[in-house]
């Protein structure tokens, strides 16, 4: 496999993360690092969080090591908007057959359950909020992708509410929405708090590295991972879950996802007069009934979250000067929902990757003892975290069900080669964008 030539960086001040409780936690440090592990992770996110702690369940003996090349909860996992959906993104779309949506729910539930649990048992304090989730439309038009998730929903008897009117705008503090449809299953979280949060109670077997970037894998029979920093490790088997990344190492070929750039902001907390329209409103979460559409959030804290813009990531980056101009769409989507609080400054605003593939598919595989998996879809928290189980039950011989279908699913289509990926991109991103109008 090849050395990584583009390594991730932070984009913007993450807001979830500058927020967390959790942001000073000290993991591990460098000089701990060994040269032997049972088991090496490549990647803290989700995925990884999920791998890590899968290993040291299946073998409580064993040593595993955590690379992550950032800070944790500094990359999309903990960059997100926070909505860990129990069923799979687009619901009410045909991107996926209803085989897929059945196993989709299942997961996702599974995982959810998990982390719940692991909060709980171990009274870990971090922003979590059982409040459900709306999809909601400002344009008649997109009233159609209400109808069409309600279609589904019904099918797999998972409960939802329709709001519409006065009643809907009691619900959000604002009247900006016409028509949603209400999921209570989903939860809404802090990101990088929950993430961040998760990784302290790694049992004492898992060590955790943050800012210790991984330059190469050499896969075979007993892998060797090489760290930018020069120390070399030997392990029975390495669990690759580094998002778009993971094409750095030559696991996938080079355009297998694309990288798609979108921009979030989060207001400072409002005062007590700017929430006097959130009086009796419990916080909530909005995603769009567009592609392009804005994701909003009212806070547990008492701040506004605003996430749109879409742009295309051909070097997995973003700089400084197109986060700034990020901030005019987002500015626009903000004032037109919250016209009583447009002179609200935001106090952070960020960058972060949503690793697509053409037909929304996972990757999930494996290449003698290098295990790895990309989630390949917009809302990818839960999905990611259950494949990062079961990669770490695959390398240890378990096998399952869940197993079998991830490992069977749909792969990710072909996407032609650079620059045809851009241009493309670029294209299409332009055209979402200028049809979702009020959406945004
Ligand atoms: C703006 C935005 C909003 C989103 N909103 C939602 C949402 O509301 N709900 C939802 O479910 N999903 C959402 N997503 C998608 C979700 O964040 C991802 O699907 C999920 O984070 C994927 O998790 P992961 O662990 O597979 O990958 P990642 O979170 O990308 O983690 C991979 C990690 O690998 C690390 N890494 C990469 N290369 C190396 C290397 N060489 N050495 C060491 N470490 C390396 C990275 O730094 C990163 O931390 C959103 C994404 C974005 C960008």
Not at 65 to 88: C, H, M, Q, T, Y
Not at 399 to 421: A, G, H, R, V, Y
């Amino acid at each position: 496999m090849r050395e990584v030539k583009i390594f991730p960086s932070e984009t913007g001040v993450s807001a979830w993360l500058e927020t967390s409780s959790f942001k000073n936690h000290q993991f591990n440090q460098p000089g701990e690092i060994e040269s032997q592990y049972d088991f090496v992770v490549v990647g803290a996110g989700y995925g990884g969080f999920a791998a890590a702690l899968r290993l040291a369940e299946i073998n409580p003996g064993c040593s595993v090591a955590v690379f992550e090349a950032i800070r944790i909860g500094a990359n999309d996992s903990g960059k997100n908007a926070g909505f860990l959906i129990d069923v799979p993104h687009a619901f009410g779309s045909g991107d996926f057959s209803h085989e897929e949506k059945v196993w989709g729910v299942r997961m996702y539930t599974a995982a959810l359950d998990k982390m719940r649990k692991l909060i709980k048992d171990n009274d870990l304090k971090v922003d979590w909020d059982e409040c459900g989730k709306y999809l909601a439309s400002y344009k008649r038009s997109t009233f159609k992708h209400l109808d069409d998730d309600a279609k589904e929903l019904d099918v797999m008897g998972i409960p939802y509410k329709f709001y519409e009117g006065e009643e809907l705008r009691q619900k959000l503090g604002t009247a900006y929405y016409k028509k949603a449809i209400f999921n209570p299953g989903t939860v809404l979280v802090n990101p990088a708090d929950v993430l961040r949060g998760l990784f302290t109670i790694m049992p004492k077997n898992v060590k955790v590295f943050e800012k210790t970037p991984v330059l190469k894998i050499e896969d075979g029979t007993e892998p060797t991972v090489i760290l930018l920093n020069g120390r070399v490790i030997k392990c029975k088997a390495v669990i690759v879950t580094a998002g778009p990344f993971l094409q750095e190492f030559g696991l996938c070929k080079g355009n297998t996802f694309c990288p798609i750039i979108s921009f979030g902001a989060l207001t400072r907390k409002l005062n007590e007069e700017e929430l006097e329209p959130f009086k009796d409103v419990v916080p909530w979460g909005i995603t769009a009934g567009h592609t392009a559409g804005t994701t909003v959030r009212y806070t547990k804290d008492g701040r506004l979250f605003v996430r749109n813009g879409l742009k295309y990531g051909t070097f997995y980056s973003c700089s400084p000067e197109r986060i700034r101009f990020s901030q005019r769409l987002l500015r626009k989507a903000f004032v037109n929902r919250f016209p009583a609080h447009k002179h609200v400054n935001f106090e952070y605003v960020y960058a972060g990757m949503i690793h697509l593939t053409m037909n929304s598919r996972s990757l999930f595989g494996r290449k003698q003892n290098v295990y790895y998996s990309g989630v390949g879809e917009g809302a990818g928290v839960c999905k990611s975290f259950t494949m990062g189980s079961f990669l770490a039950e695959w390398s240890n011989g378990i096998d399952s069900d869940i197993l079998e279908f991830l490992k069977n699913d749909t792969k990710p289509s072909w996407m032609p080669p650079e620059p045809f990926t851009t241009v493309g991109a670029e294209i299409r991103l332009v055209y979402e964008t200028l049809t979702a109008g009020g959406e945004i």
